[in-house]
């Protein structure tokens, strides 16, 4: 089993930044993939950025080019996100893949961007 427990998200002003933060706990050693998703009103769940355990990583359309995932050495990964837009407003969620593809998430985290 894998707990993960989002913190960071809040209001910001369109053209702020926010970090977000998740932190694994429990079997993190089985951990292969951890990510950001978000949800907006009325919308799917869509992948913001993922992290593997070998460091590689993908994002999303929507955060390239102004966001940053990074992952410390042990069980956290953060989503530094700047430049932010009001359509950037969402529910995040953190996720973690294990080995044996288990999907763990997290309780979801607020992120509101006001124009």
């Known amino acids: 089993q894998v707990q993960l427990v989002e913190s960071g998200g809040g209001l910001v002003q369109a053209g702020g930044s926010l970090r977000l933060s998740c932190a694994a706990s429990?079997?993190?050693?089985?951990?292969?993939?951890m990510g950001w998703y978000r949800q907006a009103p009325g919308k799917q769940r869509e992948a913001v950025a993922l992290i593997t355990s070998g460091g590689s990583i993908n994002y999303g359309d929507s955060a390239k080019g102004r966001f940053t995932i990074s992952r410390d050495t042990e069980n956290t990964v953060y989503l530094q996100m700047g430049s932010l837009k009001p359509e950037d407003t969402a529910v995040y969620y953190c996720?973690?893949?294990?080995?044996?593809?288990?999907?763990?998430w997290g309780q979801g985290t607020q992120v509101t961007v006001s124009s």
């Open positions: 429990g079997n993190i050693f089985s951990i292969n993939v």
């Open positions: 996720n973690a893949v294990s080995r044996r593809a288990i999907s763990y």
